[in-house]
């Protein structure tokens, strides 16, 4: 059995907490149970009154500065659209598929590119498909068409180029992707495919400051200072006459 009777009140007091905890050796020494404590170690063949000292982290590591999240801004963003299919008919019956569902774009005043992505991180749209033909109700069902709102003062760009049409009011709407048409005879009763493709919606923008000066005089140089912008900053020939 350790004696204790040599031992200081405070080193006494933690080895009475501690005892029932952990079995360790200190050098021949058998100690009951001491508990996996992360701020105090052992030294081994050590006086008892420096039995538990604090545990001094590692001097050379440094915690790692945090990143500050940078608030980026969106003035163009990639979406995919997919028009539903039309739905089947039936050929015997001369039942005729629903239209399937289109994708449209709604102007909302309090919305942003970056809200957008957020919120659809897949950055992928696609409508319904149309309700089939059957034989106790003959005519499809007609799906509601998918609308994405956008924010205001937008263009949107087909894949090709094209300006589909541009977002200025709150509420204003454009058809980015049309459902395919239901089964009917004209298509031989097989619904047809909707629309699919991938569009630029592009946030139109209006400088509130900028820079006039003649050539060399320090514009690029002043906008890479004050701005994440990086401009060709170089030393053009420049001849004034007056």
């Given at each position: 059995m350790f004696d204790?009777?040599?031992?200081?009140?405070?080193?006494?007091?933690?080895?009475?907490?501690?005892?029932?905890?952990?079995s360790i050796s200190i050098g021949r020494l058998q100690i009951g149970r001491i508990p996996n404590i992360q701020r105090y170690m052992v030294l081994r063949d050590t006086p008892c009154r420096n039995l538990f000292v604090p545990l001094r982290e590692?001097?050379?590591?440094?915690?790692?500065?945090?990143?500050?999240?940078?608030?980026?801004?969106?003035?163009?963003?990639?979406?995919?659209?997919?028009?539903?299919?039309?739905?089947?008919?039936?050929?015997?019956?001369?039942?005729i598929g629903g239209q399937g569902g289109d994708v449209v774009m709604v102007g909302e005043k309090d919305m942003t590119l970056k809200k957008l992505a957020n919120k659809f991180p897949s950055k992928r749209f696609a409508a319904e498909k149309g309700g089939d033909s059957r034989f106790f109700c003959l005519i499809g069902e007609s799906v509601p068409p998918v609308v994405v709102n956008i924010p205001l003062g937008v263009s949107i760009i087909s894949n090709k180029g094209h300006k589909m049409g541009e977002i200025n009011k709150d509420g204003e709407k454009v058809v980015v992707a049309r459902g395919g048409s239901g089964g009917a005879e004209h298509n031989g009763f097989a619904g047809e495919k909707g629309e699919t493709q991938t569009v630029t919606l592009d946030l139109k923008l209006i400088a509130d400051v900028g820079f006039v000066g003649f050539p060399n005089a320090g514009k690029s140089s002043l906008l890479k200072a004050i701005s994440k912008a990086r401009p060709t900053i170089a030393a053009y020939p420049c001849k004034i006459d007056f």
């Open positions: 204790r009777s040599g031992l200081d009140a405070g080193t006494r007091t933690i080895m009475e907490v501690l005892f029932c905890w952990r590692k001097e050379n590591r440094k915690p790692k500065p945090r990143k500050k999240q940078l608030s980026h801004f969106f003035d163009s963003l990639r979406v995919h659209v997919k028009g539903g299919t039309g739905g089947q008919g039936i050929p015997h019956k001369g039942g």
